[in-house]
């Protein structure tokens, strides 16, 4: 079965000041899987709880150490829920699949009926992404008609549905801005044309600043640590940035970080919003930079923010590079062949790898392609070097459509198209998007879970040496 996401968002009657935050459980689903209850900042899981069914289907989940209205997640088996909590408080949310893949949630209690609002407009998103075939094929102005349609016909729903509410000014005010952050991540993040015609380093400002001008930077929202919000916030770093460098468009984004940093002291917002934004970007580019580069940036945050809640989260991401740059076999995966012959990591020890991994709807990655074949044209003495081009296109006729145009493109080409493939392949080798590229010795020893572009100087001299 499918993993499955279902973002819920729910705020719960509060006992007593002293008490756990608690969720209760129930489901007509006999599992022996645990519950793990976590949150997440910066996309660092900070743990809260596990708990197990009992034989009545049920079990309870007891936590501290939050405060406020958090988002926070529930994974269980291969279902993922998203639920906002608030603390020393409880809720109680009934889970039915009655033998379907997609169970029906709901919810009791005082706000039970916020949630299940909640719910309606995700399902709503949901449905109208699947059901509008060339809603990806949409040019700007069609989204931009589009995504008007849709705030048209959520806002009276919504206006209706508050006024039958009985909730304080604070909690319908940031329910809110919860809702609105729902339908940014929408417009902004999961428009793939618009995205990334405003995010290729591209001059695209009336695009970022039509974003920018429109994010609620609330203090109490920002602790929620909705993921929802928080990617639109990465998505706001991220148009700033490349805003940032425009006028600089033939040099390494990274030589760059260090003044971003800087000019982020010169947002007009908050302290806690700057620090945050730093330790933000920061985060992003351990995914961009070898690890000296980064541990540059770590140690600058440091001089600052040493004693900061954010740079305890910024040393355990650290440590988590470290482990996973410790010589250790490359974990497991398997793709197919342009034949449809299935090829595992393991089939390919003898050589050392380098790992494009790439989509044909990445417009970065597609950017480096002409690199790619630069580089293996002057490496074809390499005997002991195997160029590998893995896509993680899930249609694959788009993937061998493109093969067949790039003739250049040889070297062994694969693909991984099942959606649980490629989570599991993404978490493995800590991956949070493409263009990425890694760099497996000839013993199947991973080298480099993060390696320089073909585009960079530096591959070629490192993979010349092997």
């Not at 405060?67 to 109680?92: F, Y």
């Not at 109490?220 to 770093?237: C, D």
């Amino acid at each position: 079965m499918k993993a499955q996401h279902y973002i819920l968002f729910l705020s719960i009657f509060t006992l007593n000041s002293f008490a756990n935050t608690q969720v209760h459980i129930t489901s007509d689903s006999l599992s022996k899987e645990p519950i793990f209850a976590y949150y997440q900042i910066l996309n660092q899981k900070i743990a809260l709880d596990t708990a197990y069914f009992n034989e009545t289907n049920s079990t309870s989940l007891s936590f501290e150490g939050i405060s406020g209205i958090k988002e926070i997640w529930l994974d269980w088996g291969k279902t993922t829920i998203n639920l906002l909590v608030k603390a020393e408080t409880e809720i109680s949310v009934n889970i039915e699949f009655k033998n379907s893949s997609q169970p029906k949630i709901r919810f009791s209690g005082i706000l039970g009926e916020v949630n299940n609002y909640v719910r309606q407009e995700q399902d709503f998103f949901r449905n109208f992404r699947y059901k509008e075939k060339k809603y990806f094929e949409w040019d700007k102005d069609e989204l931009t008609t589009g995504h008007k349609l849709i705030r048209d016909n959520l806002e009276p729903k919504r206006n209706s549905f508050f006024a039958k509410e009985d909730l304080n000014q604070e909690t319908e005010t940031l329910i809110r801005e919860i809702l609105n952050a729902n339908i940014f991540l929408f417009e902004f993040i999961w428009t793939p044309n618009l995205f990334s015609e405003a995010s290729n380093y591209s001059s695209d400002v009336k695009v970022a600043n039509s974003l920018i001008s429109r994010i609620e930077f609330d203090n109490k929202l920002l602790h929620t640590n909705t993921i929802n919000y928080h990617g639109i916030l990465s998505q706001m770093l991220r148009l700033e940035f490349f805003k940032f460098i425009v006028l600089l468009p033939e040099a390494e984004a990274k030589t760059h970080i260090v003044p971003f940093l800087n000019r982020i002291s010169e947002f007009p917002y908050n302290e806690e919003f700057k620090e945050y934004l730093k330790a933000s970007i920061i985060h992003e580019f351990s995914n961009a930079l070898s690890m000296k580069d980064w541990e540059e940036l770590l140690s600058l945050f440091e001089v600052e923010y040493g004693k900061s809640y954010y740079y305890s989260i910024l040393k355990k991401r650290h440590q988590e590079l470290i482990e996973l740059n410790r010589d250790k076999p490359a974990p497991y995966f398997e793709a197919l062949t342009v034949n449809g012959t299935s090829t595992a990591i393991s089939d390919l020890k003898g050589k050392w790898l380098y790992i494009d991994v790439w989509a044909t709807w990445c417009a970065p990655c597609i950017a480096e392609i002409p690199y790619s074949i630069k580089l293996q044209k002057e490496l074809a003495d390499k005997k002991n070097l195997l160029f590998v081009f893995l896509s993680i296109d899930q249609d694959k006729e788009k993937w061998l459509n493109y093969l067949a145009k790039q003739t250049e493109l040889t070297a062994l080409n694969l693909n991984m198209s099942n959606q649980e493939a490629i989570t599991n392949f993404y978490k493995s080798y800590d991956i949070s998007g493409v263009p990425r590229y890694i760099l497996i010795d000839d013993k199947g020893i991973l080298i480099e879970h993060n390696m320089t572009r073909p585009s960079e100087s530096e591959t070629l001299k490192r993979l010349k040496g092997l």
